[in-house]
């Protein structure tokens, strides 16, 4: 099945910088990727959807001037935070897209971000 | 505006009962419903899948969906320590790349 990769698993910064989070997928290609964000005790919630070789699509109420995705080629996207303040510490996972009809949606491990 | 709910719980539950964990959904165009079970701190792990009204069975999973009423539902039979996670119900709409809606959860407690 497919596999995803997130880089870093868990970081830690200060108020105000920013920070890159990776997403791979390891053994397919992907043309879209779907960013979600959960806070502790809560769901998660779709932020944007990154498509290669064209501008992410955010959900009402995200910042893209905050939360910057670039999906540069079929295997990687990523999410900077940036500027980064403490009520951005939340848990980060990326996921591909399944298959209808198949058991395939699969989520990376995420990662755990927390703001100083 | 789509919308996925479910009972937040905690549900607990004695070794060996029957769990049962239930969500409705609002948007009659939904065409996949989705069990994924959550450890703390950890992302979520798909479960089960259904696409028809009926039940599907994995193991000592059970998945029952019934469109007319827009509701889902998981049975985990001989319930487990190990069972003891967040349970998520998310719903995708008519294409695999549609969004899918995650329900807010069920805290799973099953008692030794």
């Known amino acids: 099945g497919a596999v995803v990769s997130q880089h870093p698993s868990w970081v830690i910064c200060k108020s105000g910088t920013s920070v890159k989070i990776e997403c791979r997928s390891l053994?397919?290609?992907?043309?879209?990727m779907f960013w979600y964000r959960q806070f502790p005790k809560q769901s998660l919630m779709l932020m944007a959807t990154s498509n290669e070789g064209s501008k992410a699509t955010y959900e009402q109420g995200v910042e893209k001037d905050k939360f910057l995705i670039n999906h540069a080629s079929l295997t990687l996207s990523t999410l900077t935070v940036t500027s980064a303040h403490p009520e951005d510490s939340s848990f980060y996972i990326c996921?591909?897209?399944?298959?209808?009809?198949?058991?395939?949606?699969?989520f990376g491990p995420g990662t755990r971000l927390t703001v100083l | 505006q789509k919308e996925v709910e479910q009972n937040s719980g905690p549900l607990s539950v004695p070794e060996g009962a029957i769990a049962s964990l239930n969500c409705t959904y609002s948007d009659r165009g939904s065409q996949s419903f989705f069990w994924y079970r959550q450890y703390s701190g950890k992302s979520p792990e798909l479960i089960m899948s259904i696409y028809s009204n009926g039940d599907k069975e994995d193991g000592r999973f059970t998945a029952q969906l019934n469109k007319a009423s827009q509701y889902v539902s998981l049975l985990i039979r001989d319930s487990q320590p190990s069972d003891s996670a967040t349970y998520l119900c998310?719903?995708?709409?008519?294409?695999?790349?549609?969004?899918?809606?995650f329900g807010p959860g069920t805290s799973l407690s099953v008692i030794p």
């Open positions: 053994d397919f290609q992907a043309t879209t």
């Open positions: 996921s591909p897209p399944g298959t209808r009809g198949a058991d395939t949606q699969y």
């Open positions: 998310a719903v995708n709409g008519a294409t695999s790349y549609d969004k899918v809606i």
